[in-house]
């Protein structure tokens, strides 16, 4: 119980630290005031830029809503991402789960392709990394496979679905 009463502490700082230093393009409140556990939070403007054409933007100015969900042991185990608004990503699971290395478990991994180092910071890292990963997609780990296909081999169909979100997450204003 203390340390869920600790974890509640740490994260009611830390969104307090957010409301007051707000990281570009991300805003976040509770889901239900009395759960600190359980955060709604909004990416503003996602901006995806294609590789090889780094200076061109893909898709901007979406809104895309998720909800960060905190483990009681937080800090020592890191919070689920799973977005509830509409996404087309290879690095976000066709559910809306978000599959970066800062979101896996403390400790060395299974699978042996990631350093603890890379693994598991705090929520405004969390935050930034989200953002990076939209914005620069890894096909060579996929959790979406089919999205990676796109973006690899049908870089325009690619486009053309995330443009489509975008317009789709604009009208849901």
């Given at each position: 119980m203390a340390a869920t009463s600790q974890a509640s502490l740490l994260l009611q700082k830390q969104l307090k630290d957010l409301t007051r230093n707000p990281v570009d393009g991300f805003s976040a409140g509770l889901v239900d005031d009395s759960n600190?556990?359980?955060?709604?939070?909004?990416?503003?403007?996602?901006?995806?830029?294609?590789?090889?054409?780094?200076?061109?933007?893909?898709?901007?100015?979406?809104?895309?809503?998720?909800?960060?969900?905190?483990?009681?042991?937080?800090?020592?185990?890191?919070?689920?991402?799973?977005?509830?608004?509409?996404?087309?990503?290879?690095?976000?699971?066709?559910?809306?789960?978000?599959?970066?290395?800062?979101?896996?478990?403390?400790?060395?991994?299974?699978?042996?392709?990631?350093?603890?180092?890379?693994?598991?910071?705090?929520?405004?890292?969390?935050v930034l990394s989200i953002i990076s990963m939209l914005s620069s997609p890894n096909d060579e780990s996929p959790a979406n496979v089919e999205a990676a296909k796109d973006w690899r081999d049908r870089r325009e169909e690619f486009k053309k679905k995330v443009r489509r979100i975008v317009r789709k997450s604009q009208e849901m204003l």
């Open positions: 600190v556990f359980e955060w709604n939070v909004t990416i503003i403007g996602l901006l995806i830029r294609s590789s090889e054409d780094s200076h061109l933007p893909i898709a901007e100015g979406g809104y895309f809503n998720a909800i960060m969900s905190f483990p009681p042991n937080y800090p020592n185990s890191p919070p689920t991402v799973r977005f509830t608004s509409e996404m087309w990503h290879p690095n976000v699971y066709p559910d809306g789960r978000v599959c970066i290395s800062i979101l896996h478990p403390p400790g060395d991994d299974p699978n042996g392709y990631e350093l603890a180092s890379e693994r598991w910071t705090p929520v405004e890292s969390i």
